[in-house]
């Protein structure tokens, strides 16, 4: 598959994604094995203390390193998390947050991931959360992602 075909696929896939449109978020980046998803803090994705919800930090967190995951996939396959683990850092406060998810090892039928989430604020950014994921591909479901 051609890089352009990688980032169409991706694409599609994530444009098909509910909760993504629902939180305001938008694909960025996509390379192989590596994928950048952002999202601008508005009161409605944020909780009580005005900062940006885990669960919008968690989902962005996800999808980064699932599409990531998707990229290095053949044709005809999709992918689903099957398994991650979210360490926040530092509240999520910021003109952007930023997830960037990469590829640790791709395999046949599972794949690890991680994501690092940032808070961007001018040209600074802070490391506010940092994800693994188990991915696993899944045949006949091409462009699926969680």
Same mark, same amino acid.
Do not use: N
């Given at each position: 598959? +051609?890089?352009?075909?990688?980032?169409? &696929?991706v694409r599609a896939s994530f444009d098909k994604q509910g909760l993504m449109a629902t939180l305001g978020a938008s694909l960025e980046t996509v390379l192989p094995g590596k994928v950048e998803i952002a999202l601008t803090p508005r009161p409605a994705v944020?909780?009580? /203390?005005?900062? *940006? /919800?885990?669960g919008a930090v968690s989902a962005i967190a996800d999808s980064a390193a699932g599409y990531a995951a998707l990229s290095l996939m053949p044709a005809g396959t999709g992918v689903l998390t099957t398994e991650f683990k979210i360490n926040l850092l530092s509240?999520? !406060?910021?003109? %952007?947050?930023?997830? %960037?998810?990469? =590829? =640790?090892?791709?395999g046949r +039928? $599972? !794949? $690890? @991931?991680? @994501?690092? *989430?940032? @808070?961007? +604020?001018? &040209?600074?950014? &802070?490391? *506010?959360?940092? $994800? +693994? @994921?188990? $991915?696993?591909?899944?045949?006949? &479901?091409e462009g699926i992602s969680d």
């Open positions: 598959m +051609t890089l352009e075909e990688q980032q169409d &696929r944020s909780q009580q /203390h005005g900062f *940006v /919800h885990a509240p999520a !406060t910021g003109d %952007r947050i930023i997830a %960037r998810g990469q =590829v =640790v090892k791709a +039928t $599972l !794949t $690890l @991931a991680q @994501a690092e *989430v940032f @808070a961007q +604020t001018g &040209r600074e950014e &802070r490391l *506010v959360a940092f $994800l +693994t @994921a188990t $991915l696993m591909s899944i045949e006949g &479901r």
